[in-house]
């Protein structure tokens, strides 16, 4: 009987973890002992940072979308038929489709989605860059907008912790060059009580903020927009006028989790070392689907698959391994259009940015041409 | 703790980003109503940032304790 592997979610998480173990396995997989499969719920995998420049006018949502088949290692079996139950006791994923799959190791790679719906009016109300349709209507929205106060507003949970400021200090950048700056203020919110999560990133920002003239009010979370009179209200008691609101949505996981009692608001328990799913030792988490407190990123998921790739290939290979992840992230932050700085920590190291500069922006252009080796598992 | 029934507790000690305070934040907004949170933070700033939080948006502050290495912040939601 061979080993069954099913990996549910074809995000960055699921497809790099799927791509290092069908290598890693391949002698297993070519000799009928181990079997992999994924299960996913769209044909499409999307290169998500790529919709901040999408919002500009700056890469075309062709260049972010490739064939999820394509990505994957042929060994890996692809099955595009949404997951709607996972069964932790019986060790089986049913499908939409009415599909069971299985399972001696589950990974767990369902994501994050921005839930724009959990706040009154946001959906009417807000633009966003979460999501292709958002980031093109953002983008005519731009195009349109004459002037007056743009507010940038951020939810919780949400993945990206650099975008809101990315995307303030591009906003910046573009009214600049559309000679708009003494038309436009820039009003910035965010909602702990300094302007980024990684204090030496909100030390080198609010300096920028300041310089470029960009308003900033901390301990803001949304509560209610009002999409009539154009007013964001905050938990805190404070109103915001606004002529254009662009929010970063609050986020939750996949559906199916809830459904599976797997965790609320679709985070899965996971240990921050290990990655198993707590209680469940053939069941592995990666990307945004953890509730370890640490950025939901790209990065993040990335690391987090070198780590499960190669826990699940040694323990059907040698019986286990000591792997385990050290909350390794690393960002690269556009600081405008023709700058970026970048940021990488882990559990025991904080952040130290870099000054911004050309080639690291750069850098992050070339690494969202890169991310397809990525995703193949090569870089 | 013995007196205290804690429903949900999120070691955030050494997490960086998005932090401890973000991650009461996002408790306070997912866990229901009468629930009691508890949030482990290495940074001491949490211990005063997190109840400066808790009293601007109505919520009650429980117990601040430091515990050698880090402190135990506990919340409950309570609207």
């Given at each position: 009987m061979p080993k069954r592997i099913v990996i549910v979610g074809g995000g960055a998480g699921g497809t790099i973890t799927g791509n290092l173990l069908a290598r890693n396995l391949m002698h297993q997989i070519e000799h009928g002992q181990v079997i992999i499969n994924m299960i996913t719920d769209k044909p499409e995998h999307i290169y998500q940072p790529g919709f901040l420049y999408i919002a500009f006018d700056k890469v075309r949502p062709e260049e972010i979308i490739r064939q999820q088949q394509d990505l994957l290692d042929p060994h890996i079996n692809l099955f595009v038929d949404p997951a709607v139950k996972i069964d932790r006791e019986k060790n089986v994923v049913h499908?939409?489709?009415?599909?069971?799959?299985?399972?001696?190791?589950?990974?767990?790679?369902?994501?994050?989605?921005?839930?724009?719906?959990?706040?009154?009016?946001?959906?009417?109300?807000?633009?966003?860059?979460?999501?292709?349709?958002?980031?093109?209507?953002?983008?005519?929205?731009?195009?349109?907008?004459?002037?007056?106060?743009?507010?940038?507003?951020?939810?919780?949970?949400?993945?990206?912790?650099?975008?809101?400021?990315?995307?303030?200090?591009?906003?910046?950048?573009y009214f600049k060059q559309k000679g708009m700056l003494d038309k436009v203020e820039l009003y910035y919110t965010y909602p702990i009580n300094r302007v980024h999560a990684l204090e030496p990133v909100a030390n080198w920002a609010v300096p920028q903020f300041e310089k470029k003239g960009i308003k900033y009010e901390v301990l803001?979370?949304?509560?209610?927009?009002?999409?009539?009179?154009?007013?964001?209200?905050?938990?805190?008691?404070?109103?915001?006028?606004?002529?254009?609101?662009?929010?970063?949505?609050?986020?939750?996981?996949?559906?199916?989790?809830?459904?599976?009692?797997?965790?609320?608001?679709?985070?899965?328990?996971?240990?921050?070392?290990?990655?198993?799913?707590?209680?469940?030792?053939?069941?592995?988490?990666?990307?945004d689907t953890t509730d370890i407190p640490i950025s939901k990123a790209g990065s993040t998921a990335h690391f987090e698959s070198d780590v499960v790739a190669e826990r699940i290939a040694s323990e059907i290979q040698e019986g286990g391994t000591m792997t385990e992840y050290d909350g390794k992230v690393v960002c690269f932050v556009e600081t405008g259009f023709d700058e970026a700085t970048y940021v990488w920590f882990n559990y025991k190291n904080p952040p130290k940015p870099t000054p911004p500069s050309k080639m690291l922006h750069w850098m992050k252009l070339g690494y969202n041409r890169l991310y397809w080796l990525s995703a193949r598992g090569v870089l | 703790m013995a007196d205290i029934k804690i429903d949900k507790t999120i070691d955030a000690r050494g997490a960086a980003c998005p932090g401890p305070l973000m991650e009461l934040i996002k408790a306070m907004k997912q866990e229901n109503v009468g629930s009691v949170i508890e949030i482990l933070s290495s940074e001491k700033g949490t211990s005063v940032d997190a109840p400066a939080w808790l009293q601007k948006v109505g919520q009650e502050l429980v117990k601040v304790e430091e515990r050698g290495d880090h402190w135990s912040i506990i919340a409950k939601k309570i609207k």
């Open positions: 499908t939409k489709g009415g599909k069971e799959f299985p399972y001696d190791y589950l990974i767990v790679a369902t994501g994050s989605r921005i839930v724009p719906e959990a706040i009154p009016g946001l959906k009417e109300g807000a633009h966003w860059f979460y999501d292709l349709p958002g980031a093109q209507k953002l983008r005519e929205a731009l195009k349109g907008f004459e002037g007056g106060r743009v507010v940038i507003t951020v939810g919780v949970p949400h993945k990206c912790p650099v975008a809101p400021l990315e995307i303030t200090f591009m906003l910046y950048d803001f979370n949304m509560e209610e927009v009002d999409p009539e009179k154009k007013i964001l209200k905050s938990m805190e008691g404070t109103h915001l006028n606004y002529d254009l609101l662009i929010a970063i949505p609050p986020h939750k996981g996949a559906q199916v989790i809830e459904d599976s009692g797997m965790g609320k608001g679709g985070w899965v328990a996971t240990n921050k070392q290990t990655l198993r799913n707590e209680g469940h030792n053939n069941v592995y988490v990666v990307g | -």
